[in-house]
Each structure stands twice: as C-alpha cells, then as structure tokens.
C-alpha cells in the first residue's frame, strides 16, 4: 500500500496496538509497519531486566521484539510495557503518548491473553457448573475488561480529531457468534461482546468522525498453534500430512489458515482507506476485506477460513 509517490501510506501516522507482544496483535503491528506508520506496541512480556511485568503464557516472544519488527518493515516501532488490567498503567501509557505524540490516528484492541485458560478441544462444551470459575471470570477480565480500561483512557487521544479508527480484535463475527455456540460459556461470552463493543463505541464515535469495527481473524497460525502443530510458517503446511508418531497432524481445515500479517494487512487496508467511516459499527472478516482491498497474506493468497467453517 503506498500513495502516489510511492511512499508508504501511513507514514505520519500514529497506532497504538494493545496487546502486541504475538500473534494477531503482533501481525497487525507488522502490517501497520509495512505501511510505514508510527506503532506503539503494548503488552505484558518484556526482556527488560527485572521487569515483574509477565503475561499468562510462559512463552519467549516480547513487546520489544514486535517494535523491532515494525521498524525493519519500514515504520518506527516503541515498545511499551503495559499490563490492560491495571488502569493506572493505561493512564500512563496516555499521557505518554500525549506527551511525545499529541493524538492517535488508529487504536487496536487485541488485548487476550486467555488461550490456555480457555483450554484445549477437549476442555470445550462443558456447560459452565463443571468449568473452574476463577479461570472463566479472568478470561473475561482478560478478553472484555482490558478492551474497556483502555478505550476509557485512550479514546480522547483518538477523537482529538476526525478521521481516528478503532479495531476491536475477536474470534468470529457478530452474525455467526449470534448463531454459534463458542467453546463454553465464558469464551462464547466474551466475543460475542467485544463484537457489540465495536458497535457500542462506534455508535459513540459517529460525532466525533470517527469509526469503530470488529475485525477477527480465521484460523491463525500464531506462535502458540504452530507449536501446537510442531511446524513453522516457512513448513507450516507439513502439518497437513502425515508424520508419523508424536507429529500431531491438523485437520483438513488448516488449509485455509492464514499468517498474522494477514488480518494486519486488512487493518492496515482500512487505515488508509479515506472512506473508512462506511464500516462504521461493522463486524468484519480479514478474508472479507481481503476481496474489497485486494491485499494478500504473505504468501500471496487470500485464505478464507470463515467460508471453511460455514460449508463444514
């Protein structure tokens, strides 16, 4: 994406993702990056020494690594470590962006964190009095209550001035989670609501010539299910086959699964899209703005994981 004189198309622009440290929030990251945009990369795990701050996952990626990944795809990543749970650190992360940048132009919202809380395939369908409560109420604190501490305290940074965009990050769109039950109660809850988040606040942002949406993903290949599937992006398809003993193979669906650049490329699409507003309260697929934007995942293919699982 680049403007006519070739330079990329949100370069000046300033983003904030909120929860940027793997998987989408760092794909979209990457994508804003490629489009030459300013991103502030937020999220719990951190290689600065000593640092207490630690996400639910024991896993090795950082907020400093995706920053760095911006800025080699052409923005200016900064790395930011945030906890979304804690309002006064969401309070700071505003009046430093105040400080050093004046406003948002695009806020996203993919603040998780609950994968393993949320548990395995076969932890799903229990109905709600045989799930553990406390891991159910902090996936809610977790999917939804994050979302909220940050739109309160970083929406004014965005309505300073017409033509902001919030994304808001979830599994499934408002009309099949309407219709589909999602995994167990507390997961199922949590997306539905981020979905009518995106319509509460687009709603609120109207006057303001602003924009809101939901946006989710297909099937991501995020760090977390490569290693499920014991692969990589470059081999990632080799978990299709057939591998013998203690090589878990996916099913035939993984086909259809897309790379975290891919629903990047679809925020960033919509970023520079000076029409933006006509997906005001939308809920939306990265497959389905794939075919209105024409972008493609990293492989130059436009998965569509949303029609897979709608024809299943």
């Known amino acids: ?43 719990r795990s951190t290689r600065r020494p000593g640092a207490s701050s630690r996400s639910d996952y024991d896993r090795p990626e950082t907020i400093e690594e ?25 309070e700071r ?37 045989e799930h553990d409560l406390q891991k159910g109420l902090r996936i809610l604190r977790l999917g939804l209550e994050t979302h909220l501490i940050t739109s309160h305290h970083l929406l004014p940074l965005l309505v300073s001035q017409p033509g902001g965009l919030l994304v808001e990050v979830t599994d499934g769109t408002a009309s099949y989670n309407a219709t589909h039950y999602r995994i167990s109660v507390f997961y199922d809850l949590v997306k539905v609501a981020v979905n009518r988040l995106a319509f509460s606040q687009g709603h609120e942002l109207a006057p303001c010539g602003c924009t809101a949406l939901a946006i989710t993903p297909g099937w991501l290949r995020s760090e977390m299910m490569l290693d499920n599937f014991a692969v990589t992006e470059a081999d990632w398809r080799d ?35 000076p029409a933006r507003s006509r997906w005001n309260q939308a809920s939306l697929t990265a497959s389905e703005l794939a075919r209105c934007y024409g972008f493609t995942d990293t492989d130059g293919s436009q998965p569509d994981a949303w029609r897979h699982i709608s024809e299943a």
């Open 66 to 90: 995706t920053a760095e990944l911006v800025t080699r795809l052409g923005g200016l990543g900064v790395p930011k470590v945030v906890d979304h749970l804690d309002p006064a650190q969401v």
């Open 93 to 129: 992360l505003a009046d430093e962006i105040r400080q050093d940048h004046g406003r948002i132009d695009v806020l996203v919202n993919d603040i998780w964190g609950a994968e393993v809380l949320k548990g395995g395939p076969s932890q799903w369908n229990k109905p709600i009095w």
């Open 239 to 273: 978990a299709l086959t057939d591998r013998g003993p203690g090589r878990p193979q996916a099913p035939p669906g993984f086909a259809a699964s897309e790379s975290p650049r891919y629903v990047g490329r679809a925020v960033a699409a919509l970023a520079s899209d």
């Open 1 to 43: 994406m680049t403007d006519e004189g070739g330079e990329p198309s949100l370069r000046g622009r300033v983003a904030v993702v909120a929860g940027a440290t793997r998987g989408a929030g760092r794909g979209i990251a990457a994508a804003l990056g490629e489009a030459g945009a300013t991103v502030i990369c937020t999220g």
